[in-house]
């Protein structure tokens, strides 16, 4: 096997092995970029090493340094050589990009001898040792794992002694008498002395940047974007060129389109005489490209030439990392660049314009989960005009966000886990703040630019963010912060905008936003070419109208239990259920009836005449009861009832399995007359609809849980008698579809008998799921994340379909179906609806639509379009 490429060997084809930083380099060297020279170390060897016991194989060690020769060669610099010494940078980099996770080594090859060389070159001995000592400080807190605080303090200590204020002030011979004192402290705190000799240096930081590939925060960011712990990372060995050589070198990061916001202009920062991670690392504010126009006009136009040219080359908005030496550009680094949801589509949408790409990979670069936080709320205008701007930070990741302040990532996890909106405040995110990050409404950073960390792990992860935010005084250790004109305390509510950068004290209403320009465009792309139609999850007018402005083409569930649950209505429920005989029973239900039917009034004249589904009651009685004492008496009161008599139906009704129990079809075999109400209540609102506006309303009635086809025969019975004398008595024809859930394994066993009742089906995924795996889905929290952990299996089967159990079920119900009743309509509910893995597989088994949350409607759209692709 190959496990070394010099850039010259590789492509951007061969990320698996080379990594993307690794491929990417290659690819840029093929095509003539100004790359420094190197080579790669696959991520292949890394998983050698893990598989050897975590070390390197004789046979690899020699190619490096093989290899190291021929870089040697084509610079004309010597490793560890005092006159023209080579310096190299170490750098990992995995097949998936994971920004800041990993390890990277910067001017490895710097010892007593090349130090000299590096002096004498650059005509600049401060500058050599201050490079020197920075990198014992680096290698020891990467390699050696030794705190930067114990060299930190020995810094102070010179700069104390001597009298000095700043860094920049050290004498040559200050830095010599440090850089003696870090390897006496790397020597008592390691036992072994800093390794001068560079080929030692070399392999002891390619075995950490392997290691890196498991350290903690690494398999977090993994564990967080699903990317699996087997892949390894490569490590590229790289020429130094060095930012840092004055005001004619610099460096810095440059997307090729705005990521917030796709605009066509080049957007990112530098700064001048600095090096490597000076820019990400938000310690200095650095420039706006734009102004690189002023300071290094012809480095700008090679930037601008080339960086048109990568974006060309890749097809796709580019986010590069480059660096200046001496007025010479380089470029270290290109990768397609993360955006944001608004960004994403504006660029696809763009592309397809400049005839860059077709309509179809448009609609595959949108990632379907993203465009949710595109339909959720901004902040109301009329509000936010009342609300009182305490700080301005910047714009780095859209949305609007309103929570209680916390400083710590623990405590915003701990937060979150109390049910509360919190906000990550901090001076600047580091990787470690991840899960703060995702477990926060927004986050605010004092420090950093548009590409701290901050700022782009909340881009990427569809996070509102202000970043820089000057003004914020972080006390954390006073559990607050100040800003020119306010205090907030730990717990208080902020609200923070994305979109402008501007900080809020309090707590601040949001609004809906409209889906319009580019997203309108994208989406009639996508329903130009998919297949199956989207409907919505709804019980009510005001999620109807959502869903309908979102594109739904009707009304795949519509519960109606939920109907239930309002005050005035409960009461009549709560007399239906403890009624000991038929006729009170009757009595309390023809209280609900009205409720009913204007509840679908209302929905029938938001969906006109797109098709609307309705499932009859299902969940177990007892749910509609209370369960203290204390709640039973007061009902027994309001009811008046006795507290014995009641409290001995409610023990009645509690059930070992409720999700088992007496529930959906069930309830209906055992009490038709709940069934017969709701069927007049839809058939009654149906007819006054038609009537009053004309709309042709062809209502779908929904049994639910049915397990054998005599169930769905006798209560198919029951509605049609039920809807056929409404449509009698009211003088009215009309066509209605009589339909059954397929929720229980049986049924989708047996649903050629069933089918030829029924006259549609639809996929009832959470109890198929639940029923198929056996597992609750109100228990299974406590052992799924566990399941995942040990790969019993890749995902959730509650977030996406278990293709090879429940899939298989829907297979054989959608053909036994299909068979008895060729022109039977199936469709899916439920939460896999909206859920773009699932809806790939309900495309390519042939269902005619889902249907999901009206949030998730448009995600559907997109998923259902990209699984035709
Ligand atoms: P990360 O994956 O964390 O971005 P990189 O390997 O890209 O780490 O290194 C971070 C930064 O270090 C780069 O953006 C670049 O500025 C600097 N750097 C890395 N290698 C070199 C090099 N050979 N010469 C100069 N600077 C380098
Ligand atoms: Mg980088
Ligand atoms: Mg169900």
């Given at each position: ?23 990417n380099?290659?690819?840029m ?8 020279n ?13 598989d ?67 002096s ?11 490079s ?76 950490s940047?392997?290691?890196s ?17 087997d892949?390894g ?7 130094m ?55 290094l ?35 270290l ?16 949408v ?38 009182q701007?305490?700080?301005k ?44 990050m ?16 901050a700022?782009?792990v909340?881009?990427?992860m ?17 559990s ?20 402008t ?45 959502t ?12 519960r ?9 209505r ?22 609900l009836?009205?409720?009913?039917k ?21 969940p ?7 369960s ?5 008496k007061n009902?027994?009161?309001e ?49 006054e ?22 169930e ?48 549609f ?56 179906g ?50 035709t692709?």
């Amino acid at each position: 096997k190959k496990y070394l490429y010099a850039f010259e060997e590789g492509s951007k084809e061969l990320k698996k092995i080379l990594g993307g930083k690794g491929a990417n380099l290659a690819e840029m060297k093929k095509i003539g970029l100004p790359v420094p020279n190197g080579y790669t170390i696959t991520a292949e060897a890394c998983i050698k090493y893990y598989d050897d016991g975590e070390k390197i194989d004789e046979k690899l060690i020699k190619g490096i340094f093989e290899r190291l020769k021929e870089l040697e060669g084509k610079t004309g610099k010597i490793f560890g050589d005092n006159k023209n010494p080579l310096l190299v940078s170490v750098r990992s980099g995995a097949a998936i990009s994971m920004p800041g996770m990993m390890d990277t080594i910067l001017n490895l090859g710097l010892n007593d001898n090349s130090v000299i060389g590096v002096s004498e070159l650059t005509n600049n001995p401060r500058f050599a040792y201050d490079s020197y000592r920075r990198f014992i400080q680096m290698f020891s807190d990467v390699v050696l794992n030794i705190s930067k605080h114990k060299f930190d303090s020995i810094l102070d200590s010179v700069k104390e002694r001597e009298n000095l204020s700043s860094d920049p002030e050290l004498s040559v011979d200050n830095l010599k008498e440090i850089i003696e004192k870090y390897k006496k402290l790397v020597k008592k705190e390691t036992k072994i002395d800093f390794p001068v000799d560079p080929n030692k240096q070399l392999i002891m930081a390619i075995e950490s940047v392997f290691e890196s590939w498991n350290n903690s925060r690494a398999i977090i960011y993994r564990n967080i974007n699903e990317i699996p712990h087997d892949m390894g990372t490569a490590v590229n060995i790289q020429e130094m060129v060095f930012g840092n050589m004055g005001d004619t070198s610099g460096t810095g990061v440059a997307f090729t389109r705005n990521p917030a916001t796709g605009e066509n202009k080049f957007f990112g920062e530098f700064l001048l005489n600095a090096q490597g991670e000076d820019v990400v690392a938000g310690i200095r504010t650095p420039k706006e490209i734009n102004e690189l126009e002023n300071v290094l006009p012809e480095v700008y136009n090679d930037f601008s030439t080339i960086s048109r040219k990568l974006e060309k080359h890749y097809r796709d908005m580019q986010d590069i990392e480059f660096t200046i030496e001496r007025g010479k550009l380089y470029f270290l680094q290109t990768r397609t660049a993360k955006r944001t949801a608004n960004a994403a589509i504006n660029i696809a949408v763009d592309m397809v314009e400049e005839g860059m790409i077709t309509k179809e990979e448009a609609i595959l670069r949108i990632n379907p989960d993203q465009i949710e936080q595109l339909l959720h709320p901004t902040f109301d205008d009329a509000a936010l005009k009342e609300s009182q701007i305490i700080a301005k930070g910047l714009p780095a990741s859209p949305g609007a966000a309103t929570g209680k302040v916390y400083f710590t990532s623990e405590d915003v996890v701990e937060a979150k886990a109390r049910g509360e909106k919190a906000i990550l405040v901090r001076v600047e995110t580091s990787p470690e703040d991840i899960e703060g990050m995702v477990s926060g409404e927004g986050i605010l950073t004092a420090r950093g630019g548009m590409t701290s960390h901050a700022a782009v792990v909340a881009r990427g992860m569809g996070k509102c963010c202000v970043a820089g935010c000057g003004d914020v005084r972080v006390e954390t250790y006073n559990s607050l912060f100040k800003t020119a004109n306010a205090v907030v305390n730990e717990g208080e509510y902020i609200s923070i905008d994305g979109n402008t950068g501007n900080v809020y004290k309090g707590e601040i209403k949001t609004k809906e936003v409209a889906m319009s320009g580019n997203f309108g465009t994208l989406m009639s792309w996508a329903d130009d070419i998919r297949r199956l139609n989207i409907r919505t999850n709804a019980d009510n007018e005001r999620d109807s109208k959502t869903a309908i402005k979102f594109g739904a083409e009707g009304i795949g569930l519509c519960r109606t239990e939920h109907m239930f649950f309002n005050e005035e209505r409960i009461f009549a429920v709560r007399q239906m259920i403890v009624s000991t005989t038929i006729e009170q029973r009757k009595i309390a239900l023809k209280k609900l009836l009205p409720y009913q039917k204007d509840d679908f009034v209302s929905i029938f004249n938001v969906m006109k005449e797109l098709p609307v589904t309705i499932r009859l009651l299902d969940p177990p009685l007892h749910e509609f009861l209370p369960s203290e004492d204390e709640d039973i008496k007061n009902l027994a009161l309001e009811l008046g009832m006795e507290f014995n008599n009641l409290k001995s139906i409610v023990n009645e009704l509690r059930e070992f399995n409720p999700m088992l129990g007496h529930r959906g079809v069930r309830l209906a075999v055992t009490y038709p007359e709940i069934y017969e109400m709701q069927v007049k209540a839809i058939m009654l609102a149906a007819v006054e609809v038609k009537k009053k506006n004309g709309y042709d309303i062809k209502p779908e009635i929904m049994v639910p849980l049915v397990g054998f086809n005599k169930e769905f025969t006798i209560i198919k019975k029951l509605i049609r008698e039920t809807a056929d004398e409404i449509l009698k008595e009211e003088n009215m024809e009309m066509t209605y579809k009589i339909g059954t859930m397929i929720e229980v394994p049986r049924a989708a066993l047996t649903a050629d008998e069933i089918a030829k009742e029924a006259e549609f089906f639809s996929f009832g995924t959470n109890d198929l799921t639940q029923m198929t795996l056996g597992f609750s889905r109100d228990d299974s929290g406590k052992f799924i994340p566990e399941y995942k952990k040990k790969e019993i299996f890749e995902s959730d089967p509650f977030e996406t379909i278990d293709q090879d159990g429940v899939g298989q079920l829907i297979k054989i119900a959608f053909e036994k179906g299909k068979k008895v009743r060729p022109d039977i309509k199936i469709g899916i509910c439920g939460e896999h609806g909206g859920e773009p893995k699932s809806i790939e597989f309900c495309d390519k088994v042939g269902l005619k639509y889902v249907s999901c949350s009206p949030y998730r409607v448009p995600v559907a759209r997109l998923a259902a379009a990209q699984a035709t692709i």
